[in-house]
């Protein structure tokens, strides 16, 4: 007698859910648009310009010069309607070298040093909870080791 298997479901309410619990879901976001800039943007407006922050879905963007500072408020509403799919609901422009803004929105990894730390008993328990409503028993390991690894990191 075979074993009824239930259809598999997208681990993405799962991960978007740890993202946010560890604070780290706008972050990922940030990431994600500056990676994917010149796809959304092409040509001299991406040229000239970075998202450097992301709260609460205020993408702040920095424009290289007052000019286009200047133009791209009249663009507001185009720009912001290409980044509604990306989970934004409003963007402030700000003159800045982009450059800079770039690089500051990005941190310096050869000066990161991650020390781990003793998982308290709460947060043990914490992670078990969210692993249980998985039933493929490999993968619930795999995201069991993410959480516990992500949750004992200490920058230094």
């Keep these: 007698m075979s074993k009824r298997r239930r259809p598999l479901q997208s681990i993405n309410p799962l991960l978007d859910s740890m993202f946010r619990d560890l604070g780290i879901s706008e972050r990922i976001k940030l990431d994600a648009l ?3 800039w010149c796809d959304i943007f092409s040509g001299p407006l991406a040229d000239h310009t970075a998202p450097t922050d992301l709260k609460e879905g205020m993408l702040v963007i920095a424009v290289d010069s007052p000019v286009w500072l200047q133009h791209l408020k ?3 509403k185009d720009i912001l309607a290409k980044l509604k799919s990306h989970g934004i609901k409003d963007i402030r422009l ?3 070298n982009i450059r800079q803004d ?4 990005r941190p310096d990894k050869s000066q ?3 020390i781990f730390r003793q998982l308290t008993a709460e947060e043990i ?3 078990e909870r969210a692993v249980t409503e998985i039933e493929d028993t490999e993968l619930q390991d795999i995201v069991r080791q993410v959480l516990e690894k992500s949750a004992s990191r200490k920058r230094a």
């Design 125 to 127: 328990d914490g992670i």
């Design 34 to 36: 500056y990676r994917q």
């Design 94 to 96: 700000k003159h800045g």
């Design 102 to 105: 770039r690089d500051a929105g």
């Design 112 to 114: 990161d040093r991650v």
């Design 74 to 76: 009249f663009m507001k």
